[in-house]
């Protein structure tokens, strides 16, 4: 199993959630995150004063699929959430060793 972690521009959650789910994936968690990265922000004037906003609005987007399909996630992600503008974001791709769902005791794959 691997647990695929996004951070995407807002926007572009329901292309990317749309995708994610045609490709049978069962469950996503999405948070509203603020960060940055290489674009580190940028300046905006409010009132005439000009301030600096350090971090941006960002969605999180989490998913734990099985191994066989976790690079199918990462491309419909991949290709979904491009712009190809600065901050368009990451995909981490992470090992999980044992997943259990607490309602019944389901555990690994049948727990996903």
Do not use: N
């Amino acid at each position: 199993m691997k647990k695929i972690e996004a951070i995407i521009k807002p926007f572009k959650l329901d292309e990317v959630k749309d995708a994610i789910l045609k490709l049978g994936v069962s469950g996503i968690t999405m948070s509203e995150v603020k960060g940055f990265g290489r674009q580190k922000g940028h300046k905006e004037i409010y009132r005439g004063a000009e301030y600096v906003v350090d971090f941006l609005p960002k969605i999180r987007i989490e998913v734990v699929v099985p191994a066989e399909l976790a690079p199918q996630v990462v491309e419909a992600i991949k290709e979904k959430a491009y712009t190809g503008e600065i901050g368009d974001g990451k995909i981490f791709m992470i090992p999980i060793e044992k997943a259990v769902r607490i309602r019944t005791g389901e555990e690994d794959r049948d727990a996903i």
